[in-house]
């Protein structure tokens, strides 16, 4: 027996189809700018944010302090969760997500004007730090908002679908801020780039902002938080008025099991994006352009697998496609690092996109199926938080793990056994979560 394909919801079908595809379409760009404002950073810290914040020691060295400010961002995601989740609970999807975007585009921006380490000296590190954290609290706090506010306008049996418009987001983030920098790095010189062509992608940020504006103006907030609102002002006066007091007392081990079951596919990802890269045009001497362009046109074929796995667990249920994506990125973690190592940009791509399409088979049903592990009352704080914990365990720290061990063991098959381990986990974790579905 498996989860059931859609949980019970609040009838949507007399909305009119063109409110829910505006919604759909703003939650959609709402989370590829604020992925793409969030990636650029990733790709950054690989390429040049080592030698201009973190000049002192080896390369190495750089590049760890550099990932290191890279992991803060994920630290600080639950934060922006924990905060954006209560008061989304309890005040609305919309302000939450409007809230998220703003931040995140003045974060991006001063990032793209901060001077650097040889013009202010330490003040430099400790701004990118600052705005680093700034960028984890406001997509830790975007992801639940524009989640929401596509599954919760879902027709019935359709949640997986809608959710997975704002999984797009990431493919497209992706896409988006690997050709900006491609083109960055095309129409300057290596020390043009150095010197201020790795800033264009981050001024973009700017667009974020009217983004933020839209939103607050042309959408309205969901049916089922309508719903809940009314149920929560009954209960304003008692302790269950609080959607974190009732996550943390009764559903803590729902959020853990939700984080656990994510983090191989966050961590690998990460990897994939960024640890990768700087281990492929620093140990494995391939050219940067090139690795960037196999990014590119492999995250172009999310856009396609992730809504095909959508739509597959509207039909045969969450938790079945979900373990697919699992088993898979655990069978894939041994030949993707063999066959990067070839150094071969034809093998790299094949390594990449066999990898990506079983991170996707677990990516698309990801927002309906944490969207359906809580009623609508605590929904955004407990789905924000199971994936925001996800974020923390595995993405965060992959890329910078990443570095340490293949400097500790001189193996990339260490990088293998990590994901392996993280793989365990979510299928413990998986099983776990449609063990207690089928007793309810």
């Not at 505006?22 to 990733?42: H, I, K, N, P, Q």
């Not at 809580?374 to 965060?396: C, H, K, N």
Request: glycine share 10%; proline share 4%.
């Amino acid at each position: 027996m498996d989860m059931a394909p859609s949980a019970p919801s609040l009838p949507t079908t007399a909305l009119p189809t063109v409110n829910r595809r505006r919604v759909a379409t703003a939650a959609a760009l709402a989370s590829a700018v604020e992925w793409y404002d969030y990636f650029v950073f990733g790709i950054a810290a690989a390429l040049v944010l080592g030698d201009l914040y973190f000049p002192a020691g080896s390369s190495t060295a750089g590049v760890l302090a550099s990932f290191a400010t890279f992991a803060v961002g994920f630290l600080a995601r639950p934060i922006g969760g924990i905060v954006a989740g209560h008061l989304g609970d309890k005040r609305g999807r919309k302000p939450m997500l409007v809230l998220a975007l703003t931040l995140m585009g003045l974060a991006t921006t001063g990032i793209g004007l901060l001077p650097t380490y040889d013009t202010i000296g330490v003040a430099a590190p400790v701004l990118l730090v600052a705005l680093r954290v700034v960028q984890g609290i406001a997509v830790g706090a975007q992801w639940g908002g524009a989640m929401l506010l596509a599954t919760e306008y879902a027709p019935e049996g359709k949640r997986g679908i809608y959710g997975s418009v704002v999984q797009l987001g990431v493919p497209i983030g992706v896409v988006t801020a690997n050709t900006v920098f491609l083109l960055a790095g095309a129409f300057t010189t290596d020390a043009g780039f150095a010197a201020w062509g790795w800033r264009v992608p981050f001024l973009i940020g700017l667009f974020v902002l009217a983004l933020a504006w839209y939103i607050h103006a042309k959408v309205e907030e969901t049916p089922e938080f309508r719903a809940a609102e009314r149920q929560l002002a009954e209960r304003e006066k008692s302790e269950q008025s609080s959607p974190l007091r009732t996550i943390l007392r009764g559903h803590l081990g729902t959020v853990l099991l939700a984080g656990g079951s994510f983090a191989v596919n966050t961590a690998t990802f990460y990897i994939l994006i960024t640890g990768v890269l700087d281990y492929t045009t620093r140990e494995l001497d391939m050219k940067k352009s090139a690795v960037l362009t196999v990014s590119l046109c492999v995250s172009l074929t999310q856009l396609v697998l992730i809504p095909a796995a959508a739509a597959l667990s509207d039909r045969y249920g969450r938790i079945r496609i979900y373990t697919i994506g699992a088993i898979g990125i655990a069978a894939w973690a041994i030949p993707l690092f063999l066959l990067i190592d070839t150094g071969s940009l034809l093998w790299l791509a094949v390594a990449t996109f066999v990898a990506s399409c079983f991170l996707s088979i677990m990516y698309g049903p990801q927002a309906a199926l944490f969207a359906e592990l809580f009623t609508p009352e605590m929904r955004y704080t407990g789905a924000s938080l199971g994936y925001q914990i996800a974020a923390v365990a595995g993405g965060g720290l992959a890329p910078f793990l990443m570095v340490l061990l293949l400097e500790a063991t001189g193996t990339s098959l260490a990088v293998s056994g990590y994901i392996i381990a993280l793989s365990a986990i979510a299928l413990i974790s998986i099983k776990v979560l449609a063990g207690r579905a089928r007793s309810h």
